[in-house]
């Protein structure tokens, strides 16, 4: 059950989306998608939509009129499409039948439907009453019922036969209606009480005509057209119910496979009408032809003639559609009440009946009635039984009728005995009387009839009725609160606005009584804060001009009571605060450049005297000048503060544009600001004012980064403004080619119009007229100044392009990379400079025969200046001008630069020899060996213009610096490895480089590492000699630059190579020699000994000899040198004593300078309380004792 109701759930939900989807891809649903986002377009961005400033969607109403045209352009295209879609369908529909072959079938049933419509319009135009919704000419006005059967069950007859009034006869060819014929598909029988529709048996019985056909035969599809007709006119309850008439004798003599065929037949036939129909109708059995039955006209001819047109039968209670088969349970208590009614009747009669064969007949008809029960019960269980599958119709009876008595009778008892004992059944005598009506005049009218309004509607036309209904009313609902909240919100937000207005009131009041007063320190910004307060109270009604009385009565608007309340407060403050407050800036701008002699009659004083004037008549006012200069003012005041500088242009606009204020002039303050400016000259005036209005009016200026391209960031210089931001190096507008030709040369022209205004901010308006020449000598000074101020800005901005500094050889190959790559930066930067100073071409002029003698030939004044701006830059634009056929100069210079490249690229691609690269390259240039693409770069920019000469110059100081720092990182990668490395490990942390060290140098180690031919030697002859100055021993300068070398580090080495001195003989030889002579002898000691290496100084206070040392002495077997002092008496002598090649050196170094003595050294030895003395003398050579070379010897890592 529940996997039922979930399976009807997921099947609505299915057709629910396939309905929608089908839906979604209809023209309709598109059409209607489209003219949606169109709408919502309208609503949202329509007044955003400015054509010439104006916004004709801006204001409600018109949003609303446009959204309202574009639905009813919708609905009209739908109606127009949907016109032309039946056009096509029904000449589609037409050329289809004329191409299709005659089929019979199909006529027959085109035939049915036109019938059956025309039945129906008849129906609908002749009926002249009401129905229940009191509707004219409504086809539910009568109840519809079905009657049928199988072929020969007296269906027409009872029709014909019932006390039934047929009002429409005479339109349906029914006068002659008592004279029965066969029906062929369905008769309209349209009495006062309902409407009947007789269909044929034939239709039906309908099977298909074999078991591998798909194709219906005719009944059926009669039979399918006939319910669609139905469902087509009487969509919401088609039929109020079915009469289902069986023939009696027909049931009993059918075998019982005959039997179950036909009832499953009308079990089929009810299934289908209650699907296509959609509905529980009423189904009332009618056992016809009982008259046939043995024993009826002796049953009937003892009733009264009242009695006998009573309904005979039987009702069944009704029953809610889940129980539909409870009429089975109560078919047999029915029917036998009924038969027991019948058995009353039979007694009654038997008693009246005088023949045996009467009384016979009575009894045998009410056996034959009693054995009926089973038989029909079965029958009608199978015909009209609710399935799981199906919705069974409303079984309300069984009635048994006799229209007409025409054939021989059946006595069912006596066929039934002679079966059994096989005996010829009797025959039995035909009815010889009138035919008459028995049991039908009233069972349709009293009984069918009646029940007319138990039929249900149609499920789906009721879905589809209560979906509509729910639908109209949430639509309404909708609508109504809508409408409910629109108006309510649209009060609410009056209100709410209402009292926002009313709060920025008090807002203002409070800010106008704290305002400062007009000062012109702030430039109108002090009065911000009222202002905007004002602005936003105006703004939070929108603009009331644009809302017409009806759209402002439907929104119940405010803003046509309160805006210009609002507004004329906002113009008040504008006009006596805001506005005098920049005025009093210009002023004081004004005065301030007045008190320096040196601004007193500059172009900032005349543009803020202009500005000053225009800010106090309307007439003469520039808005664009006057907003642009204020708002640099700002801009300068309020850096950073974006917000607040927008909000200030605002007002000023609104000031000067929509109300066109004005402010009081100092006229003192003017004339003497006048007087100051009046001493500059006219001409320079004139100019001032000329480029002033470029300044204003001209607006791109020449970028020269985005001139050269991208890789103007890789080899220029990046200009930094004072706050630290990347400033680019442009040209302002004003001396662009376009400018020349385009501006000045129309301003110059229209000189007298420029003198006017500037005889009007100077204050000569009155007092001055120019005449033409003067105008024309004006024209001639104005555009030498031009010409003049071109040519410098131009300068200037090639003059401000300075190249980068390599920071090494990957960094020079990059930016070379960039110049001499396809970009070709240089060339882009010569072809806009020649394009901007080329303005006119040289041109010779033809001078006429009578021109001859005229000294003042005439001359284009405009030319004239044009050609000497192209003068000034003839020699830069010629590198990149190529002759016929000739190529470039400048194609020369890439090619130089291109050898520099791949000079330079070289030492990069080395890797980790690049080092070696750059020092063997350096070497080269320094003894003039090979290439020197650097050199050729220096002696080709020396010939170049500005600033292609500084270029060049700097690529190739640049360069060189490069390769002496990547050969620098080689000299110190081989000091590292080849000396440093040594010194470090072997030497410096041995004695004599550290006095306290318990090992010592080894002499051929000393000998190999600071001998003539050593590796200090060796490194320096090898690497240095070329970059440092041998005398000095400072780096030498080498076209500009020196390698880069540490003070200390040459000091050092100087120090190592001097030691060959110290420690050599000439010969290259290691060993030195000196003199030690004893001096002194204290008393305690009788003798002191001193042994060098061998070499004995012995003094026991007698005459002193001096004694030559030789070291290292290599007559000695053992390297020691002692000191020994004898004490007087018998004490035990005490020995100073040491080992090793450096012995004697650290014997000296144990002792103690004290004084010197000529050009000896005295070293004192103490011993025991008392000392001795000697004194070293080493002629020509630094005294061992005196100093130690090796101690203070510190050779750097890093050079």
């Not at 169109?38 to 609503?43: E, F, G, P, S």
């Not at 949202?44 to 009813?72: D, K, Q």
């Not at 017409?548 to 608007?557: E, G, I, Q, R």
């Amino acid at each position: 059950m529940v996997s039922g109701i979930f399976g009807k759930i997921f099947g609505f939900f299915r057709k629910m989306a396939r309905g929608l989807w089908s839906a979604i891809k209809s023209y309709l649903f598109a059409s209607f998608v489209i003219t949606l986002i169109v709408c919502i377009a309208i609503w949202f961005l329509g007044p955003r939509i400015s054509i010439s400033g104006y916004r004709p969607l801006e204001p409600v109403t018109f949003r609303l009129v446009a959204i309202c045209a574009a639905i009813f352009i919708w609905g009209l295209n739908n109606l127009v499409t949907e016109y032309y879609r039946k056009r096509r369908a029904e000449r589609a529909e037409e050329k289809k039948k004329e191409e299709k072959p005659r089929d019979p079938i199909r006529e027959r049933v085109d035939a049915f439907e036109a019938s059956f419509r025309n039945a129906m319009s008849t129906i609908k135009t002749s009926w002249i009453g009401r129905d229940e919704k009191q509707k004219i000419g409504s086809l539910y006005a009568l109840p519809w019922y079905v009657v049928m059967g199988f072929p020969a069950a007296g269906k027409t007859s009872l029709i014909v036969e019932s006390d039934l009034k047929l009002p429409l006869a005479h339109l349906f060819s029914q006068e002659d209606a008592k004279h029965v014929t066969e029906t062929e598909d369905v008769d309209y029988w349209v009495t006062d009480e309902a409407v009947l529709f007789d269909v044929a048996g034939q239709i039906l019985t309908h099977q298909r005509s074999s078991l591998s056909d798909n194709v219906l035969d005719v009944s059926a599809l009669l039979w399918h057209k006939f319910l669609g007709l139905l469902q087509e006119y009487r969509p919401r309850r088609p039929i109020n119910g079915a009469v289902v008439c069986i023939d009696v004798i027909d049931l009993i003599q059918s075998s019982p496979k005959v039997r179950d065929n036909k009832a499953a037949l009308l079990h089929a036939r009810l299934v289908e009408m209650s699907e296509a129909l959609g509905t529980r109708y009423t189904v009332h059995v009618l056992l016809t032809k009982v008259d046939l039955l043995d024993g009826f006209h002796e049953f009937i001819s003892g009733l009264p003639q009242s009695q006998r047109q009573e309904p005979f039968g039987f009702t069944f209670d009704v029953t809610p559609e889940s129980a539909g088969n409870a009429w089975i349970e109560e078919f047999s208590e029915s029917f036998d009440a009924f038969l027991q009614q019948v058995n009353d009747l039979t007694l009654d009669r038997i008693l009246d009946q005088r023949s045996i064969a009467g009384r016979r007949k009575l009894y045998t008809f009410s056996r034959q009635l009693a054995g009926l029960r089973d038989l029909l019960l079965e029958f009608l269980t199978t015909s009209l039984h609710q399935d799981k599958f199906s919705t069974a119709p409303q079984v309300r009876g069984v009635f048994m009728t006799s229209c007409r008595q025409e054939a021989v009778p059946f006595n069912a008892v006596l066929t039934a005995a002679s079966q059994k004992y096989e005996i010829r059944t009797p025959v039995l005598p035909v009815h010889n009387g009138y035919s008459k009506n028995y049991f039908a005049g009233d069972l349709l009218k009293t009984v069918v009839f009646r029940e007319a309004g138990l039929a249900g509607d149609n499920i789906r036309i009721e879905r589809a009725k209560k979906m509509r209904f729910a639908m109209s009313a949430a639509a309404a609902s909708v609508l109504f609160v809508g409408f409910s909240g629109f108006y309510w919100l649209a009060y609410d937000a009056n209100r709410a606005k209402a009292n926002e207005v009313v709060d920025i009131a008090k807002t203002f009041q409070e800010i106008q009584n704290q305002q400062a007063n007009v000062s012109g320190e702030t430039a109108g910004a002090a009065f911000l804060k009222p202002l905007n307060s004002l602005k936003s109270a105006a703004g939070i009604f929108g603009n009331y001009r644009d809302w017409n009385p009806v759209s402002a009565a439907a929104t119940l608007y405010q803003g046509k009571k309160i805006g210009p309340e609002i507004e004329k407060s906002y113009v008040a403050l504008l006009d006596k605060a805001f506005l005098p407050d920049i005025g009093a800036h210009v002023h004081d701008e004004i005065d301030e450049l007045g008190k320096d002699p040196k601004t007193k009659d500059s172009d900032a004083r005349l543009e803020a005297l202009r500005i000053y004037l225009m800010l106090g008549d309307r007439e003469r006012r520039n808005n664009t000048l006057v907003e642009g200069w204020v708002s640099e003012v700002w801009q300068d005041k309020y850096t950073g503060e974006g917000v607040m500088q927008g909000e200030l242009n605002d007002h000023l606009k609104f000031a000067l544009e929509t109300v066109e204020l004005e402010t009081k002039l100092d006229e003192q303050m003017v004339l003497a600001a006048q007087s100051n400016l009046r001493e500059v000259p006219r001409d320079l005036r004139l100019y001032r004012n000329i480029e002033q209005l470029g300044d204003r009016q001209l607006i791109t200026p020449v970028n020269l980064r985005n001139e050269i391209g991208p890789a103007y960031n890789i080899i220029f210089e990046t200009a930094k403004n004072a706050s630290g931001r990347s400033e680019p190096v442009e040209v302002k507008p004003f001396f662009t080619k376009g400018a020349f030709k385009d501006f000045f040369i129309k301003q110059n022209d229209t000189l007298s119009v420029v003198a006017v205004e500037d005889a009007w901010v100077a204050g000569e308006r009155d007092t001055v007229s120019y005449s033409p020449e003067d105008l024309e000598n004006f024209q001639r000074k104005v555009a030498g100044r031009y010409a003049t101020n071109y040519i410098t800005a131009w300068s200037d901005a090639l003059n401000a392009l300075e190249m980068v500094d390599f920071e090494n050889v990957d960094h020079a190959v990059d930016v070379l990379e960039e110049i001499t790559g396809p970009e070709n930066p240089f060339g882009r930067l010569l072809a806009r400079v020649k394009e901007e100073t080329e303005i006119y071409e040289e041109k010779l002029v033809e001078l006429e025969a009578e021109q001859a003698t005229n000294a003042d030939l005439p001359f284009d004044l405009n030319r004239e200046q044009g050609l000497r701006i192209r003068r000034a830059f003839f020699r830069l634009n010629d590198v990149g001008t190529a002759l016929e056929d000739e190529k470039a100069y400048l194609e020369d210079l890439q090619a130089a630069l291109d050898r520099l490249y791949e000079y330079l690229k070289e030492i990069r691609q080395a890797g980790e020899r690049s080092g070696e690269v750059a020092l063997t390259k350096a070497k080269a240039r320094i003894k003039l060996e090979g290439d020197d693409p650097i050199y050729v770069i220096r002696r080709l920019g020396v010939d170049l213009p500005e600033p292609l000469n500084r270029f060049f110059d700097k690529i190739a100081d640049q360069s060189w610096k490069v390769v002496l720092k990547k050969a620098k990182e080689e000299l110190q990668r081989a000091w590292n490895e080849e000396v440093y490395a040594e010194y470090n490990l072997s030497l410096s942390t041995r004695y004599p480089f550290t006095v306290d060290a318990r090992e010592e140098v080894p002499l051929q180690d000393f000998e190999a590492f600071f001998g003539p031919g050593g590796r200090i030697e060796k490194f320096y002859e090898e690497n240095l000699v070329l970059f440092v100055d041998e005398a000095t021993g400072d780096p030498r300068t080498i076209d500009g630059r020196s390698l880069v070398i540490n003070r200390t580090f040459l000091t050092q080495l100087k120090k190592s190579l001097d030691l060959r001195k110290h420690y050599f003989s000439s010969d290259g030889t290691l060993g030195i020699s000196y003199t030690i002579e004893p001096k002194s002898l204290s008393g305690k000691f009788r003798r002191a000994v001193m042994n060098v290496e061998g070499q004995i100084i012995s003094y026991t206070h007698g005459p002193r000899r001096p004694i030559r040392v030789i070291w290292p002495n290599e007559l000695s077997k053992q390297a020691e040198s002692k000191l020994t002092v004898f004490p007087n008496g018998r004490g035990r002598p005490q020995t100073i004593s040491f080992t090793g090649p450096w012995s004697g050196f650290r014997l000296l170094d144990s002792g103690t300078v004290t004084n010197f003595a000529g050009n000896g050294t005295i070293v004192r030895f103490d011993i025991s309380g008392a000392s001795t003395s000697y004194v070293v003398t080493q002629d020509g050579q630094k005294n061992p004792a005196a100093q130690s070379p090796l101690t203070d010897l510190i050779l750097p890592a890093r050079m």
